[in-house]
C-alpha cells in the first residue's frame, strides 16, 4: 500500500521549494519568465498536495469528489485562457482579479470550516482557539481582499468612477463605523466560531469597497500589490483553518512578497502608504492646478528632423512609457535602435520604476523585443547620465518625466522620483497629441526650448523613423 502521508509531504515540500526559487527569480527580468513557470509548477503540486492531504479529504464523499475535479479543471481552464487573451496593457486589472479570486476562495475555505466541519470533543481549549482566530482572520482579510480587488479590476477596466462624495472626510468616519462592526463580530467569531459569521463576512466587504472606492490616479498600482499582499495572509490563515503547511508556507511569501512590492511602489512615488489609503486621488488634488494645464510654447518637428539628429549623435536614450505600450510598438522600436546600435551609436533604455500600468511593465514590453537586459538602467543610474547625452526619445511617456514633480510644489505629482530628461541635448517626445498622462496634469517639459514634438502614434512614428534612418543611409554597414 502507497504512503500517501510521506508523498503528500514530498510533494509539498517540492512545491514549496520550487514556489520559493520561483518568487526569487521573479526579481530579475533575465529569470522571470522561467520563475513564472517554476512558480506556476509549484502552485499546481500544491493543489494536488492538498487533495491527497486526508486531514483536508478525509471522509468526503465520491459527488464531493466529482465537483473537485469539475472545478479544478474550469478554474485551470479559465485561468489559462485569461492569461492567454489578456493583452500587458490590461494586466493590473487581470492581477486585481486573481487577487480577489485568492481572496474569496480562502473566505470560502473559513466558511465552509466554520459552518460544516465538526469539532471533535476532545480538541483542547488551545487548539479551538487558533481554529477560531484562523476563521475568523481569513474570513476578515479574505472579504476585504475581495471585495477591494473587484473595485479596484473595475475602476481600472473603467467599468466604475471614483464617486465625488468618498473624496470628502465623510467617508473616513463610514470606514471607522465598518470597521468597529467588523472588529466587535471578529471578537464574537474568535468566541465560538460561528457567532457574528455573517455580520464578520457584510462589514468586511463594505470595508474593502470603502477603502479602495476613495482611491484612483497612479495609486491604484500600489493599493492591487497590497491587496495582493493580503491575499497571502488570508491564504496562510486559511492554512491554519484546514491544517495545511503548504498553504501556510505560500500564503506568508505571498503576503511577504507583495508588502515589499507596495513598499518598494510606494517609494518609486514617494507616496506614504497611509496618504495612498487615507489621502483620496491624485485627481481631487487637480482642482488647485486646473488653470494650469494649457501649453504656450510647444515645438513639434518632423520624423526626419529626428532622423537627422539621431544620426548625429553619439549617446541616445529612449525613455518608454505607458502609450508604448498601447502602440504595441517595441518591435519597431528595437529595429531603429540596431539601426543605431550599428553606427556605433550608444543607446540606452531608461526605466521609471513605475512607468507603465504595472510594475516592472517596461521591462516585459522590451524583452518580449530582445532588447539586451544590460542596457535596461533604473532611474538612478540613468539620472546622472542625461547631461552627457545628445538625444533622448520619449516614446508614449509623461507622468515619469514631469519635471513639476521637482520644480513645483503645489504639483500633484511634487516628490515623484522622475528621469531628469531635460538634462540632455536635445529631447523629442513622441506622442499622439497633448493629452496629459495617468496623472492628468500639464507637462512642463513640452515648453522647453530643447524639447520637440514628435507627433503621431509611437508605432507609425517609429516605421516612419526606421524609413528615414535607412534612407540617410544608416545600417548599410550593419
Ligand atoms: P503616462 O503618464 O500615462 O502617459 C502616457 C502617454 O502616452 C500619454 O500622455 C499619451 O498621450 C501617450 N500615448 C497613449 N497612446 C499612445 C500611442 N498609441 N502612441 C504614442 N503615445 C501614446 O505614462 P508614463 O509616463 O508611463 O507614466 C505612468 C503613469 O501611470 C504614472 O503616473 C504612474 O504612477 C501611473 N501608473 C503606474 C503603474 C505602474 O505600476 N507602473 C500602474 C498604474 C499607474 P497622447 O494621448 O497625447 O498620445
Not at 149 to 166: E, F, N, R, Y
Not at 292 to 319: F, G, H
Not at 374 to 396: R, S
Request: include cysteine.
Amino acid at each position: 500500500m502507497f504512503d500517501f502521508k510521506i508523498i503528500n509531504f514530498l510533494i509539498e515540500l517540492i512545491a514549496v521549494l520550487l514556489l520559493a526559487i520561483g518568487i526569487k527569480g521573479l526579481s530579475k527580468v533575465s529569470s522571470a519568465r522561467n520563475a513564472n513557470r517554476i512558480a506556476a509548477i509549484a502552485m499546481g503540486l500544491a493543489a494536488i498536495g492538498v487533495l491527497l492531504n486526508s486531514q483536508v479529504t478525509n471522509g468526503i464523499s465520491f459527488e464531493a469528489w466529482t465537483w473537485i475535479v469539475i472545478g479544478t479543471f474550469v478554474g485551470s481552464s479559465l485561468g489559462f485562457l485569461v492569461s492567454k487573451r489578456v493583452p500587458m496593457t490590461a494586466m493590473p486589472e487581470t492581477v486585481a482579479l486573481f487577487n480577489g479570486c485568492g481572496g474569496m476562495s480562502s473566505l470560502l475555505v473559513a466558511l465552509g470550516v466554520s459552518l460544516f466541519s465538526i469539532e471533535s470533543s476532545d480538541a483542547g481549549l488551545a487548539t479551538l482557539l487558533i481554529k477560531n482566530l484562523s476563521i475568523s482572520v481569513s474570513v476578515f482579510v479574505g472579504a476585504i481582499t475581495f471585495s477591494g480587488s473587484i473595485v479596484a479590476m473595475a475602476k481600472l477596466q473603467g467599468w466604475l468612477s471614483t464617486p465625488l462624495w468618498t473624496q470628502s472626510k465623510f467617508r473616513h468616519l463610514l470606514n471607522i463605523i465598518t470597521f468597529v462592526i467588523a472588529l466587535t463580530s471578529f471578537i464574537s467569531l474568535v468566541g465560538d466560531g460561528i457567532s457574528g459569521l455573517w455580520l464578520l463576512v457584510i462589514s468586511s466587504s463594505i470595508l474593502g469597497i470603502g477603502v479602495t472606492l476613495s482611491i484612483g490616479g497612479a495609486d491604484m498600482p500600489v493599493v492591487i500589490s497590497l491587496l495582493n499582499s493580503y491575499s497571502g495572509v488570508a491564504a496562510a490563515a486559511a492554512g491554519f483553518v484546514v491544517q495545511s503547511q503548504l498553504l501556510i508556507v505560500a500564503g506568508a511569501m505571498v503576503g511577504s512578497a507583495g508588502l515589499i512590492l507596495t513598499q518598494v511602489m510606494c517609494k518609486g512615488m514617494n507616496r506614504s502608504l497611509v496618504s495612498v489609503l487615507f489621502g483620496g486621488t491624485l485627481s481631487s488634488n487637480l482642482g488647485k492646478n486646473a488653470s494650469k494645464t494649457e501649453y504656450k510654447n510647444i515645438t513639434s518637428c518632423s520624423v526626419e528632423e529626428c532622423a537627422l539628429t539621431l544620426e548625429a549623435a553619439e549617446r541616445v536614450v529612449i525613455v518608454p512609457g505607458y502609450g508604448l505600450a498601447v502602440a504595441q510598438a517595441q518591435h519597431t522600436l528595437r529595429e531603429v535602435t540596431r539601426l543605431l546600435e550599428s553606427e556605433g551609436i550608444d543607446v540606452n533604455y531608461a526605466i521609471h520604476p513605475v512607468a507603465g500600468r504595472m510594475p516592472g511593465h517596461m521591462n516585459v514590453l522590451l524583452a518580449e523585443a530582445d532588447v539586451p537586459y544590460d542596457q535596461l538602467l533604473e532611474m538612478d543610474v540613468i539620472n546622472p547620465e542625461f547631461p552627457a547625452t545628445d538625444v533622448v526619445l520619449i516614446l508614449g511617456a509623461n507622468d515619469v518625466v514631469n519635471p513639476q514633480a521637482k520644480n513645483d510644489s503645489t504639483s500633484p505629482l511634487y516628490g515623484m522620483p522622475v528621469l531628469d530628461v531635460q538634462e540632455a541635448r536635445t529631447v523629442f517626445v513622441v506622442k499622439r497629441g497633448m493629452s496629459a498622462g495617468y496623472s492628468g496634469i500639464k507637462n512642463d517639459l513640452f515648453e522647453l526650448d530643447n524639447t520637440s514634438m514628435v507627433f503621431g502614434d509611437a508605432k507609425k512614428v517609429l516605421g516612419d523613423l526606421l524609413i528615414e534612418l535607412k534612407e540617410l543611409g544608416i545600417g548599410r554597414k550593419a
